[in-house]
């Protein structure tokens, strides 16, 4: 009996070895470790424990992948203001859950099928599933997506032009379900004379998963190396972007209101001396709203007639933080204008942001779930934009995002089916501190400008603000002497090229995903309805 509980002991420290390995080497694979190799089989020790585990076990475990995981990923939020370990655990609830449905189906299935059929599966489960977390209300989050692990490689990701974001999170899945097919058998040598054990049903079926692997990915590579090969071509036009690098404490403080607006026009100057057709501030950059203070809007019209350049900004009637103050219940916009240095237009342009972030510019449900038991303050009462706008910049046209407006990408395909034919992000990260959290931000992205085929140029309060071309490259940020993007304070002029061309992901959206979530729901069924080939 005392060998029997230590070979157990010694089985449990091992599964828990592994699920752990797997959750730290995912998490090093996104930013800012970027060590984006190590999601190609990170999942593999996660696999392996869950072939050889019951359903009940293989749902704690892969709880434990995702607390890990999703701790290190989101380790940032610790530097939040007013954030605490309460909030992150309640995120934890909301997303291991998710990792806990993966594992049941992955026992379930490999008890039905073997493993070959498990891991043959698992890649339409597993962004099934990201396509949920993306989607589920007020609680969508397409965060740390595998795919976006990949964002510095243009050739892994061009089949986001085809495919969406999933498609490459599909590959990712495939490859490893591939190793562990390979690796089963050297780590289990006498599993297929185990009757109760789930075991590869023959080489014939390991063969099977471990070439589609390798054909897909194969077939990835080929196929972004043609894309990224041909040349984009078509009228350049000059854009300019300015990082004013206002501290977060700062920014609505009244008095460094005149200081703010000297910083963004002694930029703007600056960066006119480049010719661009646009020049674009960040995301809230004026300390007033422009609506509410004419003030402020006649200096950015002047400065505008002055260059004889357009520009864009964004603009808040209300610190989106501050939650105090009179008019704490007041509806307010967040909103992005351009102001036309022709004197003929008087009335800028403008969008109103359309996906609010909750919890920080509105509390979903706020008259009916009672946040402060959760130790959740209440926060500015912004209202969401209606109309997806294109900006007029004649003869082109482009589209416009407002911070985390661009992680969802079927928002911003709205934005090019309606004609955007360059897309601009403008975004305030300055509460992130020097975290990884902006550099996460910076690889979805890329992911938006490969979908679209479309440059995107992004204007950060703080940092990254950069020009990224239609196949995913960071063809230029803006940095220091030292090399640092974040909290520096700069202008960077480049050039893009309006476009038209739409890509398959743009005409029919998320087809691929719906597509996985067919297979996979198909492949439950037959599994309930037939008979276990083992046991789990």
């Known amino acids: 009996m005392g060998k029997l509980h230590i070979n157990l002991f010694l089985k449990v420290i091992a599964s828990v070895a592994a699920t752990c390995l797997s959750g730290i080497m995912l998490y090093a694979a996104f930013p800012s470790y970027d060590l984006s190799f190590l999601a190609w089989f990170a999942l593999v020790p996660l696999f392996l424990v869950l072939a050889r585990t019951g359903p009940l076990y293989g749902i704690l475990l892969s709880f434990l992948f995702g607390v890990i995981f999703y701790t290190g990923l989101f380790s940032w939020m610790f530097d939040l203001p007013g954030y605490k370990i309460l909030h992150h655990a309640v995120l934890g609830v909301y997303l291991c859950p998710l990792m806990g449905l993966f594992a049941w189906l992955f026992c379930f299935t490999a008890r039905k099928w073997g493993l070959n059929g498990a891991l043959f599966s698992t890649p339409f489960v597993w962004v099934a599933l990201e396509y949920v977390r993306s989607n589920l209300s007020f609680l969508s989050l397409p965060w740390g997506l595998l795919a976006h692990s990949q964002y510095q490689h243009p050739v892994l990701i061009q089949t986001t032009g085809i495919t969406g974001v999933y498609g490459v999170s599909f590959v990712i899945v495939l490859a490893n379900a591939g190793i562990t097919a390979i690796l089963y058998p050297l780590f289990f040598k006498n599993a297929a004379s185990r009757p109760a054990a789930v075991s590869i049903s023959s080489q014939l079926g390991r063969a099977a998963v471990t070439a589609v692997a390798a054909v897909a990915f194969i077939v990835a590579l080929i196929y972004g190396y043609t894309v990224t090969s041909k040349p984009i071509e078509g009228q350049k036009i000059k854009i300019s ?15 460094y209101a005149s200081t703010i607006m000297q910083i963004y026009s002694d930029l703007t100057e600056k960066a006119s001396g480049d010719k661009p057709s646009l020049i674009v501030w960040p995301e809230a950059a004026t300390p007033k709203g422009i609506q509410s203070d004419r003030g402020i809007f006649n200096r950015i019209k002047s400065l505008a007639k002055q260059t004889q350049t357009p520009i864009l900004l964004g603009s808040s009637q209300l610190a989106k933080f501050r939650v105090t103050g009179p008019n704490k219940d007041a509806k307010y916009l967040n909103s992005a204008f351009l102001v036309d240095p022709t004197p003929d237009r008087s009335l800028p342009q403008r969008y109103d942001k359309i996906l609010l972030l909750p919890f920080s510019e509105y ?25 997806f706008t294109i900006f007029e910049l004649p003869p082109f046209r482009f589209g416009v995002s407002i911070c985390w407006e661009n992680i969802f990408a079927d928002h911003v395909r709205k934005l090019v089916a309606n004609g955007a034919q360059f897309l601009v992000n403008i975004t305030n990260e300055a509460w992130f501190g020097e975290t990884a959290a902006s550099y996460q931000f910076l690889s979805m992205n890329v992911f938006r400008a490969v979908e679209n085929s479309r440059f995107l140029v992004r204007s950060a309060n703080t940092g990254i603000s950069c020009i990224i071309d239609p196949r995913g490259r960071i063809i230029d940020r803006i940095i220091d002497k030292d090399g640092r993007s974040i909290f520096v304070r700069g202008k960077l002029t480049g050039e893009v090229i309006p476009l038209t061309d739409q890509t398959f992901y743009n005409r029919f959206g998320d087809w691929f995903i719906w597509l996985c979530a067919i297979y996979s729901l198909l492949f439950v069924f037959l599994a309930i309805i037939k008979k276990a080939s083992g046991m789990v």
Do not use: A, C, H, M
Request: charge should be positive; charged fraction near 30%; hydrophobic fraction near 30%.
């Open 241 to 255: 972007v300015i990082q004013g690098n206002i501290e977060q404490s700062k920014k609505w403080d009244e008095k």
């Open 363 to 387: 509390l979903p449900y706020r008259e009916t779930v009672p946040w402060s038991y959760l130790n959740i303050p209440d926060v500015n009462n912004f209202i969401p934009g209606k109309k």
